[in-house]
């Protein structure tokens, strides 16, 4: 594949109206997305102050990966990609709007309500996010995926930073409480009801890319699509076999079962960093949960700015070094956030936690950090996408966000209940050592099994032909 400069790439992906609009709808959504995640983890606080509670906020939101995932990603192989697309942002808007009017009962007796509805809101966006990622190698051409791989990597960072360190924070600090019909109208529920104003937005957006630019380059179209009735059962009644095929495509090639281990590693450890910050905030620093934002910053920065120049690192370096790379630097920025602590407090007993020097360190294994979550989810993400072709596409990536989903429950349930009983410190350094031995693991791997050339994206090797040539409908697949 031709790999063309990012900057020119860039300038040439925001001449493509369609992908140009496909790209405003990702941006809008993901960073309302990280908004709710960082509103929902400040709601929970409120209430209850709790690890385990924020934690359990975190799994009802990973839940319906597991359970609606793979079968998501058969759905969005099948179906339309523009109307799945469109109808998971109406339906997240509706869903919002019902949050943010449950927000308006007393609050401590709304958990139940609120949990349900992280569920729901979760499992919507199960569709769109294999819709989202089946979508973008139909509106750029071939020698562009790296490109447009890489921006769309840029903007979930970007709105990660958005999301977590400017909307979401400054919308609940700053936005006023008002009285409606004599109803108090607090921040919460006016960002909430912003939010589903702009999934509006991005439904809009995606209505007005016309349907000639969701064509598949690899799989001709059929010759003619039945209605979405008939389309619905077809995919129920073959939902197992179709699920089982995904699976055996990504298990028989080692590469890209490496890259989607990867990538749900550095999913679970985003959602881990997300479900600690508060305890790192209060607990480990003693500052005010409000300056949670300022563990989030430096990270994000950090993400911004090596998603940028990630595509010339990475094929500077390889992707399997470039990954080894990100995890030490992992494992190193996680051990320095306590170890800068016991360091404060020895040098400076009395305000250690306010020593300028010990912000500055957090900031700076904050920022490394970000750059090293980028060392390894760049690279693996753009090795599973090259490793996938688009008639299977929506399937294997449905298949990663279910295996990094199904893992983070425990290691989310455990991580809550350890912060719980034990000091945050001693959590972060269990961290740290989690992601060395992962790293260790990643090497031995990759030395087991040393890649090798493959077929061709879209081609298959005569085994794997006698096994996905067939569909649940009698005809060729691929």
């Not at 999301?163 to 960002?191: C, E, H, K, M």
């Not at 985003?270 to 409000?290: C, E, H, R, S």
């Not at 945050?424 to 260790?440: E, K, N, T």
């Amino acid at each position: 594949m031709a790999i063309a400069q990012p900057n020119k790439g860039f300038l040439t992906l925001f001449k493509k109206r369609n992908f140009l609009r496909l790209w405003l709808a990702q941006l809008i959504s993901m960073t309302i997305l990280n908004a709710t995640n960082y509103a929902l983890i400040m709601l929970i606080n409120s209430i209850v102050h709790s690890t385990t509670m924020i934690g359990l906020a975190i799994i009802c939101f990973s839940v319906p990966a597991v359970l609606f995932g793979a079968p998501a990603g058969v759905f969005v192989d099948r179906m339309n990609k523009r109307r799945v697309l469109w109808a998971s942002n109406c339906l997240r808007a509706i869903a919002t709007i019902v949050f943010a009017c449950i927000l308006l009962a007393n609050r401590s007796s709304v958990l139940i309500p609120i949990y349900l509805l992280t569920f729901v809101i979760s499992a919507i966006g199960q569709f769109f996010t294999p819709a989202e990622g089946s979508a973008i190698p139909m509106l750029v051409d071939e020698d562009e995926l790296m490109p447009a791989l890489s921006l769309f990597n840029i903007t979930f960072m970007l709105s990660q930073a958005i999301g977590y360190v400017l909307l979401a924070p400054i919308a609940i600090s700053l936005l006023p409480t008002f009285r409606l019909f004599n109803i108090p109208i607090d921040a919460f529920i006016q960002l909430y009801a912003i939010i589903a104003v702009l999934y509006l937005i991005c439904a809009a957006l995606i209505v007005s890319i016309p349907q000639s630019g969701f064509a598949q380059r690899e799989e001709p179209q059929a010759e003619s699509t039945p209605d979405l009735a008939v389309q619905t059962l077809g995919i129920m009644h073959n939902i197992k076999n179709e699920m089982q095929q995904g699976w055996n495509f990504i298990r028989k090639r080692n590469a890209l079962l490496l890259a989607v281990i990867q990538l749900s590693f550095v999913g679970v450890l985003i959602l881990v960093i997300g479900q600690i910050a508060t305890p790192i905030v209060t607990d480990l620093l003693k500052l005010n949960a409000n300056l949670m934002a300022l563990v989030f910053a430096p990270a994000g920065i950090g993400l911004v700015l090596g998603s940028i120049f990630m595509p010339r690192i990475s094929r500077r370096l390889g992707k399997l070094r470039t990954i080894l790379i990100g995890n030490i630097g992992l494992t190193i920025a996680t051990l320095l956030l306590p170890v800068s602590t016991i360091i404060a407090r020895w040098l400076e007993p009395k305000s250690w936690n306010t020593d300028p020097w010990l912000l500055v360190a957090m900031a700076g294994c904050m920022f490394v950090a970000g750059i090293a979550l980028d060392f390894v989810n760049i690279p693996a993400q753009t090795a599973m996408q090259e490793l996938t072709p688009d008639w299977i596409k929506g399937r294997v990536l449905a298949l990663q966000l279910v295996l990094y989903n199904a893992c983070s429950i425990p290691i989310i349930l455990s991580i809550g209940a350890l912060a719980d009983t034990l000091h945050i410190d001693r959590v972060l350094y269990l961290l740290s050592a989690s992601i060395l031995i992962f790293c260790i693991w990643g090497v031995y791997y990759e030395r087991k099994y040393p890649m090798t050339i493959k077929p061709q994206v879209g081609q298959l090797t005569n085994d794997e032909e006698a096994q996905l040539t067939t569909s649940s409908h009698g005809h060729p697949i691929d």
